[in-house]
């Protein structure tokens, strides 16, 4: 069975890479899972920039099918932060409630129209023979003045999609999935393997 290791250590992303590749001949394993450590500076500017630096991290320790993404929420009313930071804004141990409380209070007084923002994921899976491919999905939204849902995790609880009238994180894994960021992203890369496995490349 063939394998692809991410370069992640969050179990919510690799739930959601299994459930969107579904693809019974990959075997989709975390850094962890394959033992491998690998110390990655995201120094990038753009997110597929540091999706490449970390899958080209993992790639140089193994060989293997590496993948990695690089995602986060860009906020209009705020310059497009916290971009390819939101991970590591107000820094890394801090939580996401505190986090969204902040992006909130920093709308505040800002009528809907004017709370525009997305979610971005770009993929970046580089091939055995050191090939690249690469994939950009986005989520369209806006900051909601609250936060609210049970699902998803990090900025989830503050995005809202006026068109569905509900939070992201009041959406079910499967809405979710089928809608978000890296839903797209993932599906865009789906196709692009298996266009690889279908020629034979791998």
């Not at 490449?52 to 990695?68: R, Y």
């Not at 971009?83 to 590591?88: E, F, K, V």
């Amino acid at each position: 069975m063939k394998k692809i290791i991410v370069a992640t250590g969050n179990e919510h992303k690799l739930v959601e890479i299994r459930e969107i590749l579904n693809d019974p001949d990959l075997e989709i394993l975390s850094m962890k899972q394959a033992g491998i450590e690998a110390d990655v500076e995201e120094n990038g500017t753009t997110f597929l920039e540091n999706a490449l630096i970390k899958a080209q991290a993992v790639w140089d320790s193994c060989h293997e099918m590496t993948m990695a993404d690089d995602s986060g929420l860009v906020v209009d009313a705020m310059d497009g932060e916290p971009g390819i930071y939101s991970a590591r804004w107000m820094g890394h141990d801090t939580s996401y409630h505190i986090k969204n409380r902040r992006i909130i209070k920093n709308l505040e007084g800002l009528p809907m129209e004017k709370r525009t923002a997305r979610f971005v994921c770009a993929v970046a899976l580089i091939l055995p023979d050191g090939r690249k491919l690469t994939s950009v999905g986005t989520f369209e939204g806006a900051i909601g003045y609250e936060e609210k849902g049970e699902n998803g995790f990090g900025y989830d609880p503050i995005f809202y999609l006026p068109d569905r009238g509900k939070y992201s994180a009041e959406l079910t894994p499967e809405e979710k999935n089928a809608i978000s960021h890296r839903g797209q992203a993932l599906r865009l890369m789906r196709d692009q393997l298996a266009a690889e496995k279908a020629a034979g490349r791998i």
